[in-house]
């Protein structure tokens, strides 16, 4: 993996030159850590649990994902995903590397 590649989840499990797969495991009330997405991607939850996408500026975008749940995002600006659940939580994050 590329030094320069910010960390957006846990463990990158697979990388070619078009896709960089990662795990993100956030322990109960954990959070990950700030970072920015350079491209576009999707995130497949496999572990359920209230969560909330937190903004640099304070904002909260609570999420409360059941597993399975699947969404496509835009690059966009810095924020960590907050475990906001007495449970562990975990997705998949699929960065699309070719979308710049």
Not at 3 to 16: C, K, N
């Amino acid at each position: 993996m590329d030094a320069h590649v910010e960390q957006v989840g846990t463990t990158v499990i697979y990388q070619d030159d078009h896709v960089r797969v990662w795990i993100l495991d956030l322990p109960p009330r954990g959070a990950s850590q700030w970072h920015e997405h350079h491209c576009g991607y999707r995130f497949v939850v496999t572990r359920t649990g209230p969560v909330a996408t937190e903004y640099r500026d304070g904002r909260m975008e609570p999420q409360d994902d059941q597993v399975g749940d699947t969404s496509y995002r835009q690059p966009d600006e810095s924020h960590r995903l907050v475990n906001l659940g007495d449970s562990p939580y975990q997705n998949v994050v699929i960065e699309f590397l070719g979308s710049r």
